[in-house]
């Protein structure tokens, strides 16, 4: 245990140098205005993912073996093993990651999109996926960006490049509407006009700071 003379925070780990003013730390004994032991608390994050790691793989091997002895036709483990995945991407995402919101909004929608697409093909592949899930998402994400850009109003142009990717995004079932495998197109049109809209909305109504966003991304 070292004390900052400087700032006069005890620190519980340890490093040679305060972490707050860089200045070198005195050894002594203890103190009542501590540091926080931030090295600790992200190892014992660290146990507890490796820890459901090792016990999702674990899961995944006995339900290949259970599978395989019971001789169903149906790769039932495989859904089961797409769940676990997804867990321990919700894990390490949402619950432990240290990225922004938006990223894990993102991140976590494309994860969620192929573990449906998975259970889809898996299941014999009725298309529910592609045709009501896909736009559905594209939808959903779009109601998320509205909501945080009305939550977060002082910085609402930040979520520009949000909805010109979610444009991007929904020209992809577009695509597929065209190559004829989607077979319900009504969903996917409604998906990309919404994206469309909410980002025209968004720079008419915005005026000048929307336009001054553009700018600043793109450089012009």
């Known amino acids: 245990m070292s004390k900052c003379i400087k700032c006069g925070v005890t620190i519980l780990d340890d490093t040679d140098q305060c972490p707050l003013c860089r200045h070198v730390l005195k050894r002594e004994g203890d103190s009542r205005n501590t540091y926080p032991d931030a090295i600790g608390v992200t ?7 490796n ?25 039932w483990c495989l859904v ?15 619950v432990i990651g240290k990225t922004g ?9 494309s994860l969620a999109l192929i573990l449906l697409f998975g259970i889809d093909r898996l299941t014999g592949y009725h298309g529910w996926s592609l045709d009501y899930v896909l736009p559905g998402g594209i939808m959903l994400i779009d ?14 142009q930040s979520y520009m490049m ?8 929904s020209v992809i079932p577009l695509i ?3 190559t004829g ?8 049109v409604i998906a990309a006009g919404i994206s469309v809209f909410l980002f025209l909305g968004t720079l008419i109504i915005g005026d000048a700071r929307a336009r001054t966003e553009l700018k600043r991304r793109f450089h012009i």
Do not use: D
Request: net charge positive; glycine share 2%; hydrophobic share 70%.
């Open 143 to 156: 109601l998320a960006i509205l909501v945080l850009m009305c939550t977060n109003a002082r910085n609402w």
């Open 80 to 94: 089961a093993i797409l769940i676990l995945f997804f867990g321990n991407a919700v894990l390490r995402l949402a």
């Open 51 to 75: 820890l459901v790691l090792f016990l999702s793989l674990l899961a995944a091997a006995v339900l290949i073996y259970v599978n395989y002895v019971t001789h169903s036709e149906v790769p």
């Open 181 to 188: 495998v989607i077979h319900f197109p009504l969903l996917t």
């Open 101 to 109: 919101y938006m990223f894990k909004t993102l991140a976590l929608w």
């Open 176 to 178: 597929l509407v065209l």
């Open 43 to 49: 190892r014992r994050f660290r146990f507890v993912e």
């Open 162 to 169: 949000a909805q010109l990717l979610m444009i991007l995004i």
